[in-house]
């Protein structure tokens, strides 16, 4: 576990990071979604990215097609191709 967590740590500060900012301070991408699904899985809240996100959409509706053990919205890999999308409050 604490291999993961020291991988993410570092993620968060890469260049990726930076794009996701960019691209939520450049909103129109999230204003033409027909759908916005939240789905980082498990380790979401590590370093506060959740929240960060959550932020980022504001109070745009939001949906998961899966919940975790602590209300984590399921990353689509370990999810039936037949999930159905429901809304998400971001809730933990």
């Known amino acids: 576990m604490s291999d993961y967590l020291d991988t993410s740590a570092k993620f968060s500060g890469d260049g990726k990071y930076r794009w996701l900012l960019w691209r939520a301070e450049n909103q129109d991408h999230v204003t033409q979604a027909g759908m916005i699904i939240c789905a980082w899985g498990a380790h979401g809240a590590h370093l506060g990215q959740d929240e960060t996100v959550l932020g980022w959409l504001g109070n745009r509706k939001r949906h998961a097609l899966g ?11 370990y999810l039936p191709s037949n999930s159905i999308p429901f809304a998400y ?4």
């Open 89 to 92: 409050d971001g809730a933990a």
């Open 67 to 77: 919940l975790t053990k602590e209300r984590m919205p399921r990353h689509p890999l």
